[in-house]
């Protein structure tokens, strides 16, 4: 991934020195790459572009901080957050769609059983950890 410029090596050092145009290169550098890595895992372009963001001030707090342990290996560790946040991204879109669904599964039943399902509900857990309509009853109540 290098271009006519400082080696991964160098670049890292520079960054963890301070020096602002070593950031400005980095993100240069590495944007491209990003972009199309998380294209190819999330299927959007626009999430792909506010994870590149994400995974450029990641990648840069680190090299400010404590910098890595093989700098000439930033490539590779730029490339891993980017997959990383991907990863995570998906798992939220996921837990957002589970949740949806099971929001919409209890309206409808509500919907079309009226106050028998909502009796039911009081008294029966549907299962799924963290649901809105998990019962508040104690441990005296009365299962249907």
Known sequence: MSDSGPSDADLARQISEGRKDAEQALSRRYERGVIQILVRQTGSYAI?????????IIVLKRLRST????PEKLSAFVAQTARNLAIAERRK????SDLGRSAARHERLDTLMGGDFKQYRANI???R?????????GKYSSVI
């Open 125 to 127: 857990s549907c299962g």
């Open 93 to 96: 879109q996921r837990r957002r």
């Open 129 to 137: 950890p963290n649901c809105s309509y998990v019962p508040n009853v």
């Open 48 to 56: 792909a572009q506010e994870l590149c963001q994400e995974t450029l």
């Open 67 to 70: 910098g890595l342990q093989n």
